[in-house]
């Protein structure tokens, strides 16, 4: 199975702040890597699809990179209503595998 | 609007079984494929299965390989989970969610609120 290493586990940041999470696939998936939003309570919710599309509805500050093993995923200028555990999300032929998360706190 | 309602969770004794299912609405059932997420308490999100439109492919994780199914009911609107062998590390927060196409993929667009199941003596 392929596994996704995703850092860090948490972060504390300011609001206005630029936030980077990175997410590492233990083989090649090209660009099959998708970025949720899970906030407490909550479902999570789709953000970032094939790497790099921004999901209909999700705002301009939220973007995701990268191909092959390598990923990123940005937040450009951190907001309140950020606050969520993130998580990236690899699929290879109904072989599905998430990251471990990233928890955002404003600082 | 897309809505999905995951219901048949509760408490459950070790080695037995419980049949978890997910109502859908607001879309075309039979076009797109469906997905089991599973989140234990405080802890992150584990793909259980997924399932293609017309049940010609399917995949489990291996935690749960040989003792969960799953299956769908088109004409029903319908998915379903059935767990056996159940064990203390099954105890999680079921959800059910939309994949955007209809084949073996893996992007989960519409998620339910989830269903929790508990499982202890």
């Known amino acids: 199975d392929i596994q996704m290493t995703q850092s860090p586990s948490s972060l504390s940041a300011s609001v206005g702040d630029r936030v980077t999470i990175t997410c590492q696939a233990s083989?090649?998936?090209?660009?099959?890597l998708n970025w949720y939003q899970q906030k407490p309570g909550k479902a999570p919710k789709l953000l970032i699809y094939?790497?790099?599309n921004l999901e209909t509805g999700v705002p301009s500050r939220f973007s995701g990179s990268g191909s092959g093993t390598d990923f990123t995923f940005t937040i450009s200028s951190l907001q309140p209503e950020d606050i969520a555990t993130y998580y990236c999300?690899?699929?290879?032929?109904?072989?599905?595998?998430f990251g471990g998360g990233t928890k955002v706190e404003i600082k | 609007e897309v809505q999905l309602v995951e219901s048949g969770g509760g408490l459950v004794q070790p080695g037995r079984s419980l049949r978890l299912s997910c109502a859908a609405s607001?879309?075309?059932?039979?076009?797109?494929?469906m997905h089991w997420v599973r989140q234990a308490p405080g802890k992150g999100l584990e793909w259980v299965s997924g399932?293609?439109?017309?049940?010609?492919?399917?995949g489990y994780a291996d935690s749960v390989k040989g003792r969960f199914t799953i299956s769908r009911d088109n004409a029903k609107n319908s998915l379903y989970l059935q767990m056996n062998s159940l064990r203390a590390e099954d105890t999680a927060l079921y959800y059910c969610?939309?994949?955007?196409?209809?084949?073996?993929?893996?992007?989960?667009?519409?998620w339910g609120q989830g269903t929790l199941v508990t499982v202890s003596s």
């Open positions: 969610a939309k994949d955007d196409e209809g084949g073996a993929a893996g992007l989960m667009d519409y």
């Open positions: 607001g879309f075309t059932f039979d076009d797109y494929a």
């Open positions: 399932i293609s439109w017309n049940s010609g492919s399917i």
């Open positions: 083989q090649d998936i090209s660009n099959y």
């Open positions: 094939d790497a790099s």
């Open positions: 999300q690899q699929y290879d032929n109904f072989r599905l595998t």
